[in-house]
């Protein structure tokens, strides 16, 4: 087999070492595919995070056969039940219902 020529080899090696501007651009060139390569998957799997808790914020279950599948349908598609609108409940209800009156009781020790 042949080999390459080590000719080629030292020219290469000598332009990464030499602050050549062909040097100097293959280092850079380098360095920006390792930024890349490194970044993009933390980007993308942060996009892919936020897109997934976005879908999983309007998925609603069933409660008779607990199935999912998103908010905007009022009777499951899998049995067909009608699905309660919690938006609905919380908005009728009073406030004097939803606040917690807290005393406060001296404790002796």
Do not use: H, Y
Request: with cysteine; hydrophobic share 50%.
């Amino acid at each position: 087999m042949n080999k390459p020529s080590s000719w080629i080899w030292m020219v290469f090696i000598l332009l990464i070492i030499l602050p050549t501007p062909a040097g100097k651009f293959i280092i850079d060139l380098a360095g920006g595919i390792f930024i890349l390569i490194t970044i993009l998957p933390l980007i993308l799997g942060g996009i892919g995070w936020f897109t997934w808790k976005r879908i999983q914020s309007k998925l609603l279950t069933c409660e008779a056969c607990g199935s999912t599948f998103l908010n905007s349908q009022m009777i499951c598609p899998i049995c067909g039940a009608t699905i309660k609108n919690t938006e609905d409940i919380l908005e009728n209800i009073p406030a004097s219902a939803a606040t917690i009156d807290i005393k406060s009781e001296d404790i002796d020790l």
